[in-house]
Protein backbone atom coordinates (compact mmCIF):
# COMPACT_ATOMS: atom_id res chain seq x y z
CA UNK A 1 0.00 0.00 0.00
CA UNK A 2 1.33 3.33 -0.97
CA UNK A 3 0.61 6.83 0.76
CA UNK A 4 -1.34 9.42 -1.67
CA UNK A 5 0.00 12.43 -0.40
CA UNK A 6 -1.79 15.72 -2.32
CA UNK A 7 0.33 17.55 -4.85
CA UNK A 8 0.96 19.85 -5.17
CA UNK A 9 0.63 22.28 -1.98
CA UNK A 10 -1.11 24.66 -2.32
CA UNK A 11 0.77 28.30 -2.78
CA UNK A 12 -0.53 32.04 -1.85
CA UNK A 13 -1.90 34.03 -4.83
CA UNK A 14 0.24 36.80 -6.21
CA UNK A 15 0.04 39.05 -9.15
CA UNK A 16 2.73 37.53 -11.73
CA UNK A 17 4.26 38.60 -14.52
CA UNK A 18 2.41 36.59 -16.50
CA UNK A 19 -0.84 38.86 -15.31
CA UNK A 20 1.00 41.85 -16.85
CA UNK A 21 1.58 40.37 -20.03
CA UNK A 22 -2.09 39.36 -20.23
CA UNK A 23 -2.43 43.32 -19.25
CA UNK A 24 -0.02 44.41 -21.62
CA UNK A 25 -2.12 42.52 -24.45
CA UNK A 26 -5.21 43.60 -23.71
CA UNK A 27 -4.74 47.43 -22.73
CA UNK A 28 -5.63 48.91 -26.32
CA UNK A 29 -9.39 46.91 -26.33
CA UNK A 30 -12.43 48.60 -24.96
CA UNK A 31 -13.13 47.90 -21.48
CA UNK A 32 -16.84 45.86 -22.25
CA UNK A 33 -14.64 44.04 -25.08
CA UNK A 34 -11.45 43.59 -22.78
CA UNK A 35 -13.96 41.27 -20.31
CA UNK A 36 -15.39 38.82 -23.02
CA UNK A 37 -11.57 38.32 -23.92
CA UNK A 38 -10.31 37.95 -20.52
CA UNK A 39 -13.83 35.19 -20.10
CA UNK A 40 -12.46 33.21 -23.44
CA UNK A 41 -8.91 33.29 -21.79
CA UNK A 42 -10.03 31.79 -18.66
CA UNK A 43 -12.46 29.26 -20.29
CA UNK A 44 -9.61 28.11 -22.43
CA UNK A 45 -7.49 27.43 -19.03
CA UNK A 46 -10.78 25.76 -17.42
CA UNK A 47 -10.68 23.02 -20.89
CA UNK A 48 -7.26 21.67 -19.68
CA UNK A 49 -9.02 20.85 -16.23
CA UNK A 50 -6.22 19.92 -13.56
CA UNK A 51 -4.08 18.56 -15.95
CA UNK A 52 -1.22 20.99 -15.41
CA UNK A 53 -2.63 22.26 -11.53
CA UNK A 54 -3.72 18.94 -10.00
CA UNK A 55 -2.02 15.11 -9.44
CA UNK A 56 -1.54 12.73 -6.93
CA UNK A 57 2.09 11.06 -6.01
CA UNK A 58 2.62 8.03 -4.22
CA UNK A 59 5.16 6.70 -2.19
CA UNK A 60 5.96 3.71 -1.33
CA UNK A 61 5.07 2.60 2.34
CA UNK A 62 8.60 1.18 3.01
CA UNK A 63 10.73 4.19 1.60
CA UNK A 64 12.80 5.99 3.79
CA UNK A 65 13.02 9.74 4.37
CA UNK A 66 16.00 10.70 1.66
CA UNK A 67 13.92 8.39 -1.05
CA UNK A 68 10.21 10.48 -0.07
CA UNK A 69 12.75 13.85 -0.73
CA UNK A 70 14.15 12.79 -3.48
CA UNK A 71 10.65 11.58 -5.13
CA UNK A 72 9.11 15.12 -3.81
CA UNK A 73 11.71 17.20 -5.42
CA UNK A 74 11.44 15.45 -8.74
CA UNK A 75 7.67 15.88 -8.85
CA UNK A 76 8.05 19.60 -7.51
CA UNK A 77 10.49 20.44 -10.41
CA UNK A 78 7.73 18.89 -12.78
CA UNK A 79 5.10 20.88 -11.29
CA UNK A 80 7.48 23.52 -12.09
CA UNK A 81 7.83 22.77 -15.85
CA UNK A 82 3.97 21.70 -16.41
CA UNK A 83 3.00 25.57 -14.72
CA UNK A 84 5.57 26.96 -17.14
CA UNK A 85 3.88 25.05 -20.29
CA UNK A 86 0.58 26.31 -18.77
CA UNK A 87 1.71 30.19 -18.87
CA UNK A 88 2.87 29.81 -22.26
CA UNK A 89 -0.23 28.41 -23.60
CA UNK A 90 -1.83 31.27 -21.77
CA UNK A 91 0.42 33.72 -23.36
CA UNK A 92 -0.07 32.88 -26.70
CA UNK A 93 -4.04 32.23 -26.51
CA UNK A 94 -4.23 35.81 -25.22
CA UNK A 95 -1.98 37.03 -28.20
CA UNK A 96 -4.05 34.81 -30.40
CA UNK A 97 -7.45 36.17 -29.08
CA UNK A 98 -6.70 40.06 -29.56
CA UNK A 99 -5.31 39.47 -32.97
CA UNK A 100 -8.76 37.72 -33.95
CA UNK A 101 -10.53 40.89 -32.08
CA UNK A 102 -8.66 43.52 -33.96
CA UNK A 103 -9.02 41.75 -36.96
CA UNK A 104 -13.26 41.45 -36.80
CA UNK A 105 -12.79 45.14 -35.84
Do not use: C, G
Not at 65 to 78: M, P, S
Amino acid sequence: MSEIIPFPVPNKQQKSDLDAVIDEALKAIPRQDREKLRFELIKTIDSYDAFFSEWSLSLPEDSNETLRKQIYDIAHQEHDRKIQMLKDIMRLKIKVLVAEYQHRK
